[in-house]
């Protein structure tokens, strides 16, 4: 088999880069984060000329944005301590539970996927995922520090085990985009790894993803500049699948140990405030 890799080193670095931007600068700026991504639905005619075609891939680009666009509302709510009734109902933490399900669902539905190309072991661990996503509003919120944060206080295992399952399950599902999304995974999983603060993995996989969706639809460069479809080899992702299924299962039991025994207050805040 022919597996080209040299284009990739210069094009995943460089994408890597770019990411890494995009988070720092929606954190920072977090009106013009919220009001950019009510823009960008206005690129669609751009959607129809890229070749988005079907109602998955439209539904797939909008389940992603328009909850980025309500993430961005609600740290305007929260941060700047809005009045009014739907400012007061997006700065509630009942309304936490509307971004967990969030989450809740685009694992599921990757993992219902997973199930139909028969890359069970995956599914599993996808399956899992969901069942170790710690609940809100206890362990979300959003910040009235800074940038007015949405903060998870999902694990660094968790963070890695999403990782490693979500790679695993492109490899499978878009072995031509899987390096591509491979960098988007890597930047969300280092991003918050740099900053010291594990709890920021969501934002940054907020942005990470809906940047790439948008730049998928609108201009869809990652054929030419990212094309893995060469790497794809289906013993790999059998075993890959079965890797992340032993390693999620331990961390179940000690995600439950620690719900069940109280430690999980500190645990999985790691002992500070965000």
Same mark, same amino acid.
């Given at each position: 088999? &022919?597996?080209?890799?040299?284009?990739?080193?210069?094009?995943?670095?460089?994408?890597?880069?770019?990411?890494?931007?995009?988070?720092?600068?929606?954190?920072?700026?977090?009106?013009?984060?919220?009001?950019? %991504? $009510?823009?960008?639905?206005?690129? =669609?005619?751009? %959607?129809?000329?890229?070749?988005?075609?079907?109602?998955?891939?439209?539904?797939?680009?909008?389940?992603?944005?328009?909850?980025?666009?309500?993430?961005?509302?609600?740290?305007?709510?929260?941060?700047? &301590?809005?009045?009014?009734?739907? %400012?007061?109902?997006?700065?509630?933490?009942?309304?936490?539970?509307?971004?967990?399900? $969030? *989450?809740?669902?685009?694992?599921?539905?990757?993992? $219902?996927?997973?199930?139909?190309?028969?890359? #069970?072991? &995956?599914?599993?661990?996808?399956?899992?995922?969901?069942?170790? $996503?710690?609940?809100?509003?206890?362990?979300?919120?959003?910040?009235?520090?800074?940038?007015?944060? *949405?903060?998870?206080?999902?694990?660094?295992?968790?963070? =890695?085990?999403?990782?490693?399952? &979500?790679?695993?399950?492109?490899? /499978?599902?878009?072995?031509? #985009?899987?390096?591509?999304?491979?960098?988007?995974?890597?930047?969300?999983? *280092?991003?918050? *790894?740099?900053?010291?603060?594990?709890?920021?993995?969501?934002?940054?996989?907020?942005? +990470?993803?809906?940047?790439?969706?948008?730049?998928? /639809?609108?201009?869809?460069?990652?054929? !030419?500049?990212?094309?893995?479809?060469?790497?794809?080899?289906?013993?790999?992702?059998? +075993? %890959?699948?079965?890797?992340?299924?032993?390693?999620?299962?331990?961390?179940?039991?000690?995600? !439950?140990?620690?719900?069940? +025994?109280?430690?999980?207050?500190?645990?999985?805040?790691?002992?500070? @405030? @965000?």
């Amino acid at each position: 088999m &022919n597996i080209t890799i040299w284009p990739h080193v210069i094009t995943m670095p460089i994408y890597f880069i770019v990411l890494i931007f995009i988070v720092a600068f929606f954190r920072k700026h977090y009106k013009l984060a919220a009001y950019f %991504w $009510i823009a960008s639905l206005f690129t =669609f005619p751009l %959607w129809i000329l890229g070749g988005v075609e079907g109602w998955f891939r439209w539904a797939k680009i909008l389940s992603v944005i328009l909850p980025t666009i309500i993430v961005g509302f609600s740290r305007i709510a929260v941060y700047e &301590n809005k009045k009014g009734k739907i %400012w007061d109902f997006l700065k509630s933490e009942q309304f936490l539970w509307f971004f967990y399900a $969030i *989450l809740f669902l685009n694992i599921m539905e990757a993992t $219902i996927k997973d199930a139909t190309m028969g890359n #069970y072991f &995956n599914a599993a661990t996808g399956f899992l995922l969901c069942v170790t $996503i710690p609940f809100a509003p206890k362990f979300w919120k959003i910040t009235t520090e800074k940038h007015g944060d *949405l903060i998870a206080y999902t694990t660094a295992s968790w963070n =890695f085990l999403y990782t490693t399952w &979500n790679a695993c399950f492109v490899y /499978a599902e878009s072995p031509v #985009y899987f390096a591509s999304s491979l960098t988007i995974l890597l930047a969300a999983e *280092l991003y918050p *790894l740099m900053k010291g603060r594990p709890e920021l993995y969501i934002t940054a996989r907020v942005y +990470t993803l809906a940047a790439h969706l948008l730049l998928r /639809a609108s201009f869809d460069i990652f054929p !030419m500049t990212m094309d893995s479809s060469s790497w794809y080899n289906p013993e790999v992702l059998k +075993t %890959w699948g079965m890797i992340n299924f032993i390693l999620i299962v331990p961390y179940v039991f000690w995600h !439950m140990w620690q719900l069940q +025994t109280g430690k999980a207050e500190k645990s999985f805040r790691r002992q500070r @405030a @965000a």
